[in-house]
């Protein structure tokens, strides 16, 4: 069967140490497999920190960007950002993510499909958990808050990690997976009736 390409695309999940710790892996992978999103490897590790600080950019640029998102939160929570410098705060909240994917084994997935990369993160839902929609991961098992992680100067608890992009998901599966690790070559019952245009062509 010849698969449309943009059936190609694939994307990086990473389920964090706090979904190991509240035993919630099982029923996270079955809200993809529920939605038919194929997955092509899956293994459990100890993230290292050179690992992590590879995933999460150490370049200024980033650090700026990631500073200058938080900044827009902080103002919209109406916080007070007269002394606010974007890099510093890049760099805090890179350290954070670091420390957060260590603290614990951590769930490493690679997905597979047409458009995987925007249908897992809205299965997935709102970077702040308790802003989320309702029947999305985040907001069905978090309760947390960009507020409470800034007051306990620690990360938000998203749970999982998702590529958010083409050029970023190759780059971070670059750094979880080696290319023998990931299995595409067999065909999902989904695959079959969404990709094969002969499928709704049979005899009735």
């Given at each position: 069967m010849k698969k449309p390409k943009m059936a190609q695309e694939r994307t990086l999940v990473l389920l964090k140490p706090d979904v190991l710790q509240r035993q919630l892996v099982?029923?996270?992978?079955t809200r993809f497999e529920?939605?038919?999103?194929?997955?092509?490897a899956i293994k459990m590790l100890n993230a290292t920190k050179e690992q992590v600080g590879e995933h999460y950019i150490d370049e200024?640029?980033?650090l700026i960007e990631t500073g200058e998102k938080a900044k827009k939160g902080a103002i919209a929570r109406g916080e007070d950002i007269s002394n606010w410098n974007s890099l510093e705060q890049g760099k805090k909240i890179r350290q954070r993510n670091i420390n957060y994917l260590t603290c614990g084994p951590i769930v490493a997935i690679v997905f597979e499909g047409f458009g995987v990369i925007t249908q897992v993160r809205k299965i997935l839902g709102s970077a702040s958990p308790a802003d989320g929609d309702i029947g999305?991961?985040?907001?069905?098992?978090?309760?947390?808050?960009y507020a409470l992680a800034d007051f306990l100067d620690r990360s938000t608890m998203t749970m999982l990690h998702a590529s958010d992009s083409v050029e970023n998901a190759e780059r971070e599966l670059k750094i979880w997976f080696k290319e023998s690790e990931i299995c595409n070559d067999y065909e999902t019952g989904v695959e079959k009736i969404f990709y094969d245009a002969e499928w709704t062509k049979g005899s009735r």
């Open positions: 099982g029923e996270i992978l529920r939605k038919g999103i194929k997955m092509t200024e640029g980033y999305t991961i985040r907001d069905d098992y978090s309760l947390d808050t």
